[in-house]
């Protein structure tokens, strides 16, 4: 059985991503975060590089915007966080449940390898790969 030390990052991340580019205008991506039941999303520019993430908390904001009786809010690039802390998908599971550990507010990183974003990878993937190991 493998431990937390050999498995890596890139074997639990998911790779199929909700994203959302910069441009796109806010209201659409909190109606698709909505439905789909997320918390957030990373925001890619066209070459797939993270360039920020938007998470519900920054979507808040847009209570302010909205109290003023508009649905138009304008674009992610306003709303989104850029100072993201990511992970590479080589990365030990043992050193990321660390992280998690550490930074006690975050759920889930984005993986990215060479810049761009590959996946991303959560707590419960972290407690999946436990219950597979142990």
């Known amino acids: 059985m493998a431990t937390l030390e050999k498995v890596s990052v890139r074997d639990y991340m ?57 649905c138009v809010a304008g674009p992610v690039s306003q709303y989104m966080s850029t100072k993201v802390e990511t992970v590479s998908s080589d990365m030990s599971l043992a050193q990321l449940a660390g992280l998690f550990i550490s930074n006690r507010h975050f759920r889930r990183y984005p993986v990215v390898d060479g810049g761009k974003l590959v996946g991303q990878i959560s707590r419960s993937d972290v407690l999946r790969a436990i219950s597979h190991c142990c």
Do not use: Y
Request: contains cysteine; hydrophobic residues 45%; glycine residues 8%.
């Open 14 to 70: 998911s790779t199929r991503l909700m994203s959302f580019t910069p441009e796109m205008e806010v209201m659409n991506a909190v109606h698709q975060l909505v439905k789909s039941g997320h918390s957030g999303a990373p925001v890619v520019d066209a070459q797939g590089t993270l360039v920020g993430m938007l998470s519900e908390r920054d979507c808040l904001q847009i209570a302010m915007v909205a109290a003023q009786d508009t």
